[in-house]
């Protein structure tokens, strides 16, 4: 059974660094690419980017200036920074695999985790 | 990138079908037959219930079907039913080996 955890702080402030952590248990972190994905309140799914084990990564373009993702396979951990944050960037965070190998979606994702952004 | 495009609302009556289009460009639904669909309830995590435009993963009901033409794809729920009341969310890959989610329909059963 695959399970993804998200954690990290809830609140952060404008202007400075988001940090949250994606937990995977139940597969090989090395063997997949794992996406962060969000979701602001009253508004859609919003993808933010994938990296693969390898380090390899793809951010959506309208973030790539802030964004930063990072792997961790001696933990099983992927992480991702978002920097400059505003009020915009509240939102439910989320953690998924991505299933490539031709097929190109995410077949599991974490519960997701709030951060607000406020002083 | 922008947003693939779908209806705000889609409802229907217990045991009708109902369509939900996701229209995009050439650089995301038309390029390639990766689009998937996802259910959302509030406070849970999303379900993938397409993948590759048509193809159902194991447990997804058979009333769940895909389709694209074009730069634009289906979602059809035949045989609605109550528990299927949800937003749901297509999704493709990119030209630019990105993701694009849609808008987001809620689906209401009356």
């Known amino acids: 059974q695959v399970q993804l955890q998200e954690s990290g702080p809830g609140l952060v402030k404008p202007s400075e660094t988001l940090s949250l952590t994606c937990t995977v248990s139940g597969a090989s972190i090395s063997s997949y690419y794992w996406i962060w994905i969000r979701q602001p309140a009253g508004k859609g799914l919003e993808w933010i980017g994938r990296?693969?084990?390898?380090?390899?990564?793809n951010y959506n373009p309208s973030l790539k200036s802030r964004v930063t993702m990072s792997v961790d396979t001696s933990k099983n951990q992927f992480s991702l920074k978002l920097s400059s944050v505003t009020a915009a960037d509240t939102a439910v965070y989320y953690c998924?695999?991505?299933?490539?190998?031709?097929?190109?979606?995410?077949?599991?994702w974490g519960q997701g985790t709030l951060v607000t952004v406020s002083s | 990138q922008s947003a693939l495009t779908q209806p705000a609302s889609v409802s229907g009556s217990p045991g009708q079908s109902i369509t939900i289009s996701c229209t995009g460009t050439s650089s995301d639904v038309g390029a390639y037959n990766y689009v998937s669909w996802y259910q959302y309830h509030p406070g849970k995590a999303p379900k993938v219930m397409i993948y590759e435009v048509s193809n159902r993963p194991s447990g997804v009901p058979d009333r769940f079907s895909g389709s694209k033409s074009g730069n634009t794809a289906s979602l059809t729920i035949s045989g609605l039913q109550a528990e299927d009341e949800a937003d749901y969310y297509c999704s493709s890959f990119t030209t630019t080996n990105t993701y694009v989610f849609g808008t987001g329909t809620k689906v209401t059963v009356l």
């Open positions: 998924a695999r991505e299933i490539t190998s031709g097929y190109y979606y995410f077949d599991y």
């Open positions: 990296i693969y084990a390898s380090g390899s990564t």
